[in-house]
């Protein structure tokens, strides 16, 4: 499929490329006597690929979690669209456009590719998902249209040939598509990805790094994405938020990110 067939697209929410979609302002966050994000702030523009990065435990999980409304900072604020909010429930990120991956795969493994895409869907449905499902009253018409939607993912991230198979069964590269696919399925404006390519061999980081690189072309998605391989961020993201124990130590992008001895010393070790 091209572009010009494609019928998904992040929403027209009159924000212009290159225009700040969303923003976070002095976000601290604890779990008791730990600080996870210590007063951190940056943002994220209208079409771009962000990276976030950092060493293990450096806050970066905990960042995803308080800009989809997982976790409530204790301090700051997130504006999305122009909207400032302290705190807003994971489904109501959702139906505002926000959807995510996780770090590790989190999907309804008993259930086929095509259903647990589906289940991506379930937020822009009037009938719930379980109507849904069992084609229930006047689930049925609904289900056809968007069905339609994730035939078209389907097709698009080349997976039509496990559109039946149980996902609990797939190597585990193709379920971080299928993933990828229920994430897809909302239409997002922007896209969450929590280490999209962890624990991929070569050939199935090239295939994510492909998708990911389309979503945010063709469908004008904007992505936030934690990512481990320095190759992948260089070759993804227009700009880098550095993380190191809670704080921000360093913002813009890659090659400048990749160059400074704050950097280094903290994330990279040796220049790379
Ligand atoms: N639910 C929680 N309860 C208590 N402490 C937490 C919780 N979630 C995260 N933390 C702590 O907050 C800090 C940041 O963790 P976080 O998972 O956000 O880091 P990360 O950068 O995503 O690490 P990794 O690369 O290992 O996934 C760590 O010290 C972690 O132990």
Redesign the pocket.
């Known amino acids: 499929m091209n572009a010009h067939d494609s019928t998904l697209h992040a929403k027209d929410d009159g924000i212009a490329p290159g225009a700040e979609l969303l923003r976070v302002d002095n976000v601290t966050l604890r779990?008791?006597g730990?600080t996870?994000i210590s007063d951190i702030s940056f943002d994220i523009l209208k079409g771009e690929v962000r990276a976030i990065i950092?060493?293990?435990?450096?806050?970066?999980?905990?960042?995803l979690n308080v800009i989809n409304g997982f976790y409530h900072p204790q301090e700051g604020t997130i504006r999305f669209r122009g909207e400032t909010r302290t705190k807003m429930k994971p489904y109501e990120a959702a139906a505002s456009g926000i959807a995510r991956t996780f770090?590790n795969v989190a999907l309804f493994t008993g259930m086929s590719t095509l259903d647990n895409i589906m289940s991506g869907r379930s937020l822009a449905m009037k009938e719930s998902f379980l109507k849904q499902m069992f084609y229930y009253g006047p689930a049925r018409n609904e289900d056809i249209e968007h069905r339609k939607k994730v035939e078209e993912i389907i097709d698009f991230l080349e997976i039509a040939h496990i559109r039946r198979q149980p996902v609990g069964k797939l190597p585990y590269g193709l379920q971080k598509r299928v993933e990828l696919g229920r994430a897809l399925a909302l239409e997002p404006d922007l896209l969450l990805l929590d280490?999209p390519m962890a624990g991929m061999n070569l050939e199935e980081k090239e295939d994510m790094s492909r998708f990911i690189i389309d979503v945010n072309q063709q469908f004008g998605t904007t992505i936030a994405l934690?990512e481990?391989d320095m190759g992948v961020v260089m070759d993804l993201a227009d700009r880098v938020v550095v993380?190191d124990y809670?704080k921000k130590i360093a913002d813009g992008p890659p090659e400048e990110v990749q160059a400074s001895q704050e950097v280094i010393d903290a994330y990279l070790g040796v220049p790379y």
């Open positions: 779990f008791g730990v996870a950092g060493p293990n435990g450096a806050g970066k999980t905990s960042m770090q280490e934690i481990h993380l809670g």
